[in-house]
């Protein structure tokens, strides 16, 4: 590896930690443009990726070990750590090409995960946090996962979450016929959900948001009606389901809140539906009667039953990754050996020039042109038949994917192997990576 640098993954998500240690650690914003600001000044930290979402925080680093990876988690948690996965090399490659094509997904196929690791990609990149290695890689892993979508049937008829709260919702309604539905701030789940439940024949959606442009602009886009955020607790008492999906950092909607409500609609049931992460809805709404709380990791038991139909499209998508994999993996290990193969020549090279001249230099004048030049061609000739044994082997251990033979090679001769693309220098502001970025978005 070029400088001793490796790719390192450290993470948690829905598959190994609960909803309240994930809400501990994730970051939107601000906040995680900092903590990405923060990773790439780590010494021996090239380069930096966080992916954050409701379902998962990953943390990818182009660096000497996985140590500042994990200073991540545990110094936002202290029970992370019994949570995290650990993976680095191709393992890492390969799992961010999963979740880039939604085999590791609570919902597989769902789409929402690509444009999310577009996003984490296109912050790195705007922070200058991710440089040459990492634009690589995730533009291969987008690349793979528009193969996957387009290759197989793994997308076709897939549950997303705005499914999921369908069947919910249908479980304790059976329809939404003379019902109203609330969107508790403007996140994009809310919107689709609120699509999605319209098909139980929901003919009214009430809309209320902190920000009341976001929140009109919302309720125009499902056919609904915005209200003030002031109007929350009387809004509540209108509403039978609310989907709750907003950035604040804590509980909008609170069991006291909530029991207060309850007395209003002389218990009515209502079923509330929390998409947000950290959590927005109190756990301790589900405790009181004719209350149906749900939040994204209750999800997870509703969408099993539904994946046992798209086994065998996510078996044929593993095989489209692993293929990329394989490819990206060689594709890097040959970089990491061309620099070596042409210091070692050059070096070779170097040596030879300088003692066939000296060797010309003490019997030149007995030497006529032609003799000249035999000499010179004889250093060359050893050049190339002492090289060619190495530069095949460094080549075959390039394509096999074994990057412990350039090192060596680079360490015995004393060259420098690290690809010219990847000592750019980290300061600068980052704008045409930003550009790419948000093209790759676009």
Known sequence: MSGGREIFLVGLSHKSAPIEVRERVALTGDALKAALCDLKETEGVAEALVVSTCNRVEVFVHSSGDEPARRFFTCRSSEASEHLYVKHGVDAIRHLFRVSSSLDSMVVGEQQILGQVKEAYGLASAASAAGSYFSRLCNRAFATAKRVRTETDIGKGATSMSQVAVELVEKIFGDLRGRSILLVGAGKMGALSAKALQVLGAD??????????????????????FRPWDELTRLLVEADVVIVSTGAPTFVLTRDMLHGVMKARRHRSICLIDLAVPRNVDPACADLGDVYA????????????????RKGEALRAEAIIEAEVMAFAKEREARAALPVLAELRRHAEKIARAEAERTLAQVGLKLDEKGRKSVEAMAQAIVNKLL???????????????????????????IDN????EKEPRAGNGTGRASAAASERS
């Not at 009214?204 to 009606?225: D, F, Y």
């Not at 749900?294 to 046992?308: I, L, N, R, W």
């Not at 080549?395 to 001769?413: I, M």
């Not at 690290?418 to 693309?421: D, G, L, M, Q, Y």
């Open 204 to 225: 009214r959606i009430l809309v209320t948001n902190r920000s009341p442009e976001r929140g009109q602009a919302l309720a125009t886009q499902v056919g609904g009606t």
């Open 294 to 309: 749900y939040d994204v990791d209750d999800m997870e038991k509703v969408v099993a039953s539904t994946q046992e139909a």
């Open 388 to 414: 060619h044994g190495p530069t095949a082997r460094l080549k075959e251990a390039a394509a096999s994917g074994d990057s412990s033979l350039p090192g060596a090679a680079a360490e015995l001769f004393g």
């Open 418 to 421: 690290e690809p010219a693309a």
